[in-house]
């Protein structure tokens, strides 16, 4: 089993930066493919980014191309989600996912964090 925990949510205006961290537990970081997912009131949840086993390949959503940065730092068992520029529509919860392929698919990743809420006002 891997334990997943998400830090670093809060309240922003537009413009402004938040860097998201997930801490794993119960199994090495370095074997796992990590993804990051949101979901806004009312809607399904959605693919933000996802970062392969040793950090050297990437995937993003259209909607934050070049504003947020997916990161590892696996000697910490911790992922960081770098989202600069928020905009109000990034605001939902963001959840931490694991799995063993790099993907943009939400039902290929067994194991998730319970979330944490990330609101932008305008």
């Known amino acids: 089993q891997v334990r997943l925990v998400e830090s670093g949510g809060g309240l922003v205006q537009a413009g402004e930066s938040l860097r998201l961290s997930c801490a794993a537990s119960?199994?090495?970081?370095?074997?796992?493919?990590m993804g990051w997912f949101r979901q806004a009131p009312g809607k399904e949840r959605e693919f933000v980014a996802a970062?392969?086993?040793?950090?050297?390949?990437?995937l993003y959503a259209d909607s934050v191309k070049g504003r947020f940065t997916f990161s590892r730092d696996n000697a910490k068992n911790t992922v960081f989600l770098q989202m600069n520029s928020l905009k109000p529509d990034d605001t939902a919860a963001y959840y931490c996912?694991?799995?063993?392929?790099?993907?943009?698919?939400?039902?290929?990743?067994?194991?998730w964090g319970q979330g944490t809420q990330v609101t932008v006002s305008s």
């Open positions: 996912a694991a799995g063993w392929i790099m993907t943009v698919t939400r039902s290929h990743y067994p194991f």
């Open positions: 119960g199994r090495t970081l370095g074997t796992l493919a």
């Open positions: 970062i392969s086993e040793n950090g050297d390949s990437t």
